[in-house]
């Protein structure tokens, strides 16, 4: 007789959520933070994927007049700051990010069959956000040490 009354009780379901208990949840997916990109201090979120940076809005402003007119329209929060979602990829906004972070400077010592893709990130990224500096510095080293013609081809070679 104790299964008749067993059965009949409804199944025991989970309750449900309001709106905002919803929202909650969907917060807490898993991100990752970036392992040196992520600082205690900063102000600004930005996300890539599953990746999360999280870095300094007057930094990036003062650099970037796309990056300051991207935080003055963003409405988003995430962990009380300010969230922005980036279409590139995480090693795309790495790259930036470093560079910037970097006092602008293209850490690279030798230009390199490996090290191309992380300059070609870098000159991608920092002309789509008008960051002129590092743009200068690559196109500059990239003339230098690859030579357009074959008279400073060979003058180079001379020099090896």
Known sequence: MSTHAESSQPER??????????????DEKPFVNHSTLYF???NVVLATGRMLFCVHRSLL????????DLFDGARDRY?????VTMEETAEEVEALLNVVYDGLRVDVQELT????PTLANVLHMAKKYKIDRPCADI??????EWPSTLAQHDAKEAQV
């Not at 379901?13 to 969907?26: F, G, M, N, Q, V």
């Not at 402003?61 to 300051?68: A, G, I, M, P, T």
């Not at 069959?113 to 191309?116: D, P």
Request: glycine share 4%.
């Open 113 to 116: 069959v490996e090290t191309f």
């Open 61 to 68: 402003s003062k650099h970037s007049v796309v990056f300051r």
């Open 13 to 26: 379901k989970r309750p449900r959520l309001s709106p905002a208990e919803e929202d909650e949840d969907e």
């Open 40 to 42: 205690d201090d900063g």
């Open 79 to 83: 962990r009380g700051l300010l969230h």
């Open 139 to 144: 196109v500059a080293r990239i003339r230098a």
